[in-house]
T-cell receptor, first 110, second 113 residues
Framework: DAKTTQPNSMESNEEEPVHLPCNHS???????IHWYRQLPSQGPEYVIH???SNVNNRMASLAIAEDRKSSTLILHRATLRDAAVYYC???????????FGSGTQLTVLP | KAGVTQTPRYLIKTRGQQVTLSCSPI?????VSWYQQTPGQGLQFLFE???????NKGNFPGRFSGRQFSNSRSEMNVSTLELGDSALYLC????????????FGPGTRLTVT
């Protein structure tokens, strides 16, 4: 079973920031938080991952709560191409597979 | 660098038949994982191969099997197809380290009639 919970859906306006939340209350000290997204008719795509500190890359930022029981994926300026299902995954150090939950369907409005 | 490729992209089979799907990972990647995606169950892990050895297996019946070749290419086989096997089958490759990014292919859409 997935160890994370996310809202089923969210909407955003184009060119505005989007904050996608994820709860991972059972996370252990060595588990990483990974985010993937799946655009329509495509396979999932890696977005970002982190352990404790906030992380940034060219696609997004990841803000991890101090107690690590929740995190937020931040898209700084949503575009229509960001419309996708976003998955938050709690990945243990010994894990050899990604366990996907139901994810958040992000709709970007023009 | 070329991405993960999967063949065929679409396939229609009849109940009771068997099917083989192919996956070519990104050059240099030694780990290949397979996932099944259905509307009802979402994305579910099937198995992972590394250096021609199965390292991990999901909760699927023995009708689902796979293998990996010395060039890291992988195949998965489903025997005695059932209607419920209709799904998108996704292959993902990674360098092999535990927490490395996985790169997914476009998938093979299998329809069982």
């Amino acid at each position: 079973d997935a160890k994370t919970t996310q809202p089923n859906s969210m909407e955003s306006n184009e060119e505005e920031p989007v904050h996608l939340p994820c709860n991972h209350s059972t996370i252990s000290g060595t588990d990483y938080i990974h985010w993937y997204r799946q655009l329509p008719s495509q396979g999932p795509e890696y977005v970002i991952h982190g352990l404790t500190s906030n992380v940034n890359n060219r696609m997004a930022s990841l803000a991890i709560a101090e107690d690590r029981k929740s995190s937020t994926l931040i898209l700084h300026r949503a575009t229509l191409r960001d419309a996708a299902v976003y998955y938050c995954i709690d990945l243990g150090g010994s894990a050899r597979q990604l366990t996907f939950g139901s994810g958040t369907q992000l709709t970007v409005l023009p | 660098k070329a991405g993960v490729t999967q063949t065929p992209r679409y396939l229609i089979k009849t109940r009771g038949q068997q099917v083989t799907l192919s996956c070519s990972p990104i050059s240099g990647h030694r780990s290949v994982s397979w996932y099944q995606q259905t509307p009802g169950q979402g994305l579910q892990f099937l198995f992972e191969y590394f250096s021609e050895t199965q390292r991990n297996k999901g909760n699927f019946p023995g009708r689902f099997s796979g293998r990996q070749f010395s060039n890291s290419r992988s195949e998965m086989n489903v025997s005695t197809l059932e209607l419920g096997d209709s799904a998108l089958y996704l292959c993902a490759s990674s360098r092999g380290q535990l927490l490395s990014e996985q790169y997914f292919g476009p998938g093979t859409r299998l329809t069982v009639t």
